[in-house]
Structures are given as structure tokens and as C-alpha cells.
């Protein structure tokens, strides 16, 4: 917001209200400081979609003042001047949780600021009390997603049906240990003596460690393999679709000198790999190393992976990898590594990597540690190997989109229930159609890249099987779109 003419005009700039966003993300941190709740009441197309999404009492609660603190809501955003309007002191207020390598500020405020300059169109933040420390991220025991009401964390957004992909910046803060040291600094050899005025500063201030007094006793955090599967579970319970974006925890190596990818961490991604669980690990790309700039310190990339994300999927479909495009950042990752490692994390066990290239910075490839198929497909495979080839973020990103498009394809549909009804058909074949020309389905003509067949052999139920073939790794989709007593509903079948 920016006051003119002596303060009594107050202006805030915000775009042209974009509704159709292809890709939609989520992310939930800390918000310190200040809550201007009338700055979120002067955006009506917000509390609509609050409304819309199920959180009707909560905004009831809002706007007549009796809700200040905003705590575990869903607030959609268009713009990062929204943000700052709503939570200025977001970027600046000091949190519970300090480390030497972290800090004391929140990672929320940097992870927004970075996904609108990178494309990013729609976003929906969730603000978590720091008091809940890591539990605040993570739902409540035994509540119902169907009581919106009492959602708490992760489960406020899987109530959206149009969230893409979801981030957790202050969840990755809350797991760099307190104490990890930074790399030490390399000093110069003591120069040769000369005389010096009086008062002349000759030490440069740096220290190569702080003193123990200085950072606060904290509790160990939760170890990455407790956290992660109860992230994982709910989301392959509810949200097959969604994509999580997570940054590989820190450790300090001995041997190197510096902090490296955890080493416990990546034992136990093959440890899961490994079991019968291995699927679960298709929901979530996991990234390294994180980011340190001149205008911060350390901070997660979720923020700028996300935001190219959705803004490829909004020039090029969601089909498309955001992989090897420059990121507007000043930043740089760290801690640097070789790029022997770098191939290392990205092959075993499948890490998307950020490197700079050309002065720029750029995630490596959009890895997936295990294949983005249909669990059936790899349940009695005994070289996993063969499918190497759908490791890849954006197969899984486009099978989310197809679920989310048919379930609301399904929707609008749902009062044509009579099974002759040529309306669902058309519908169907307008949507592949545009997917073909579009380039997500290869094929020289839209009957090589899509077929649909109707299938009447249980009572009461419109069941229409999809054939496509999309345009990179996957050889064909099975995709079923059935309407059971009334209720239209999307899967996908597996693939060959």
C-alpha cells in the first residue's frame, strides 16, 4: 500500500483478477508480526473463494472481527503486494525457532516473493501458529475433511480442488538443527606491519562460529522420515493429484568441513523405495540444495521451483518441465557441492538439483525418486530400472491435471444422468482434443493421440475408458471416467 498526497490517498496495486489458473499451489510457514485484517477485507474475490472452498464460517468469523489471527486458514493470493499488505511484517518479525544457519526471520514471506516473480499466478497461503511448532503443519487426529471448520495445516488445503501443488518453507526451516555450523570462512595471511592511526578498526568483525550462549537451546527436530509419511498418507488418501515440493534436510559433514544433504534423510528414501510403499514417494519432488542471497540468509527454493512451475504450465501446459529455465533470483544455492555429487543426488535417489549456468540459477532436471505410474504397474517388477524413464515431475504434474479437469467435468455434469446422454461424450472429446492441440498428446491427428470407449456393463453406471498417448516418457494412459448413482468420478487405470 503506498500513501500520496499527505497520506490521504492510499493506493494498493493489484493485477487483473485471473480465475483459470492452470496450475495452483499452496504454502503454509509462519507469518510474524502484524495482521491487517481490513486489507483482506477490502478483496472480495478472496472471501468469495474462501466461501466457495467451504471456509464460509471462518470468514464469517473475520469479518465480524471475532477471527484476528488468520491461523489455519487458506488465503488466496494474485500478487506478492497482497501478502505485504496483509502481513507486513512477514519478512522482518523474529520468529520462535532460531538457528546459525536459518536465522531468526520466517522463510514464508522469501517463498512468496519468489513465486510471483517467477510466474506464479494463484496462490493460497496458510499461516500456522509457531507456538504448534511442526505439529501446526500436520491435521488434527480424527477430524473429517468434510468440517472445514475445525482443518487444521495440511488439511486446509486439501479441500481445494483446483491446488496443483503444495510447499512447506517454515516446515523445512523448523528442521535445520539450531546448531548446524556454517562453512567455515577461509582468511587471508596476516598482512605486513605498518603503522596505524589511533581508532582504526583492524579486525573485520567475522567470527567463524558463534559462541554456544548466543543460539538458544533447541530440541532436536523431528527426524525427515517421521514427518514426511504422515505428509505422504494424507495426501495419497485424499489428493492422489497434488505434487509436494520439500528441500532435503541439512547435516554437517565432518570429513568435507561443511553442511551436506543429510545422510539419514537419503537412507531412508531408499529405505521406502525399497518397500511396498515406494508409490507414495511419486507425490513428492524433492529438491536441494537450498538458497543463500545478499538480502537473506539461508532460505528454501520451493518458492521459486513452484513459481516457474506454474508459469510454464500457463505458456506451455502443464506437461511441460520447467527444467534447465533461468529463475529471476539473487540468490545462490548452498552449500555449493561437485558436480559428480549434483549427478549422484539426481540419479540415486532422485532429487531435483539447483546449479547455476551462465550466471544463472536453474533446477537441473524435475526428478522423481520413483516413477510416476499407477502402482499396479511396478507392483511385480524386479528391476525398476526399465522405468527410469517416468521419473519425471511433470508425467505426475499431468496426471494430476487430469484428474483435477475430469473431476470438475464430472461436476458440471452431474444432473445429466441418463445414460444415453451424448452431452458427456462431447465434452470429453472437446477436452482431449484441446490437450492434442496444445501438444500434451502426440499424434499426427487427434484419433492417434486419444480414444474413448463407452462401457455399459454395470447397472446404473456411465463408465466412458480413455486411451491417450501423451507426448514424452508415457507410452499410453489408461483413464476411467465413470458416473456411479449419480456421482461422476475420474481415475487413472495404469499405463502401457
Not at 506437461?319 to 555429487?341: E, I, K, N, Q
Not at 526428478?367 to 526399465?386: C, I
Not at 507410452?475 to 495404469?494: I, P
Request: glycine residues 8%.
Amino acid at each position: 500500500m503506498q500513501l500520496m498526497v499527505g497520506s490521504r490517498v492510499a493506493l494498493t496495486p493489484r493485477p487483473v483478477r485471473r480465475r483459470d489458473a492452470v496450475l495452483e499451489t499452496a504454502m503454509l510457514g509462519h507469518c510474524p508480526g502484524r495482521v491487517r485484517l481490513e486489507r483482506l477485507l477490502a478483496l472480495p474475490d478472496a472471501l468469495d473463494e474462501m466461501r466457495t472452498n467451504g471456509f464460509g464460517q471462518r470468514v464469517d468469523a473475520v469479518t465480524q472481527g471475532r477471527d484476528a489471527d488468520l491461523y489455519h486458514l487458506p488465503i488466496p493470493l494474485y500478487a506478492n503486494a497482497e501478502f505485504s499488505d496483509i502481513f507486513p511484517d512477514a519478512h522482518r518479525g523474529e520468529t520462535r525457532y532460531e538457528s546459525v544457519l536459518a536465522g531468526k526471520n520466517a522463510w514464508l514471506a522469501q517463498a512468496v516473493e519468489d513465486y510471483f516473480a517467477n510466474g506464479g499466478e494463484k496462490l493460497w497461503i496458510v499461516r500456522i501458529p509457531q507456538s504448534q511448532s511442526h505439529e501446526g503443519f500436520l491435521p488434527a487426529g480424527g477430524r473429517a475433511l468434510h468440517d472445514a471448520a475445525s482443518l487444521r495445516g495440511l488439511a486446509t488445503v486439501l479441500v481445494i480442488p483446483s491446488v496443483g501443488a503444495i510447499a512447506f518453507p517454515d516446515l523445512e526451516r523448523l528442521q535445520v538443527p539450531a546448531r548446524l555450523p556454517d562453512i567455515p570462512r577461509n582468511r587471508l595471511e596476516n598482512p605486513d606491519p605498518r603503522f596505524m592511526p589511533c581508532g582504526t578498526e583492524l579486525e573485520d568483525g567475522h567470527r567463524e562460529r558463534r559462541y554456544p550462549a548466543e543460539i538458544p537451546d533447541a530440541a532436536q527436530p523431528p527426524h525427515f522420515g517421521e514427518l514426511l509419511p504422515r505428509i505422504l498418507d494424507l495426501v495419497a488418501r485424499h489428493r492422489p493429484d497434488l505434487a509436494c515440493l520439500f528441500t532435503l534436510p541439512l547435516a554437517y559433514s565432518g570429513s568435507l568441513g561443511r553442511p551436506v544433504a543429510d545422510n539419514g534423510a537419503l537412507a531412508w528414501i531408499d529405505a521406502v523405495r525399497g518397500s511396498g510403499n515406494r508409490q507414495k514417494l511419486r507425490l513428492v519432488q524433492f529438491l536441494f540444495p537450498y538458497l543463500r542471497g545478499p538480502r537473506f540468509g539461508l532460505r528454501s527454493p520451493v518458492g521459486l521451483v513452484a513459481g516457474l512451475q506454474a508459469g510454464v504450465a500457463r505458456r506451455a501446459g502443464p506437461w511441460r518441465s520447467m527444467a534447465g529455465r533461468p529463475m529471476v533470483t539473487d540468490a545462490l544455492p548452498y552449500p555449493r557441492f561437485s558436480r559428480a555429487r549434483m549427478l549422484k543426488l539426481r540419479e540415486d535417489p532422485g532429487v531435483g538439483v539447483l546449479q547455476v549456468r551462465n550466471g544463472r540459477v536453474s533446477l537441473d532436471d524435475e526428478r522423481l525418486s520413483v516413477p510416476a505410474l499407477h502402482p499396479d504397474e511396478t507392483a511385480g517388477a524386479s528391476d525398476l530400472k526399465r522405468f527410469d524413464g517416468f521419473r519425471s515431475a511433470e508425467v505426475q504434474r499431468l496426471l494430476g491435471y487430469l484428474r483435477r479437469q475430469l473431476q470438475a467435468l464430472g461436476e458440471s455434469l452431474v444432473f445429466n444422468l441418463d445414460y444415453r446422454d451424448p452431452r458427456p461424450r462431447f465434452a470429453l472429446e472437446q477436452f482431449f482434443r484441446r490437450l492434442h492441440a496444445g501438444g500434451a498428446l502426440r499424434g499426427a491427428l487427434p484419433q492417434d493421440a486419444f480414444r474413448i470407449t463407452e462401457n455399459h456393463t454395470r447397472e446404473g453406471a456411465m463408465i466412458y475408458e480413455i486411451m491417450v498417448a501423451p507426448a514424452f516418457p508415457i507410452d499410453r494412459l489408461y483413464l476411467t471416467f465413470s458416473n456411479l448413482n449419480g456421482a461422476w468420478q475420474a481415475s487413472v487405470a495404469g499405463s502401457a
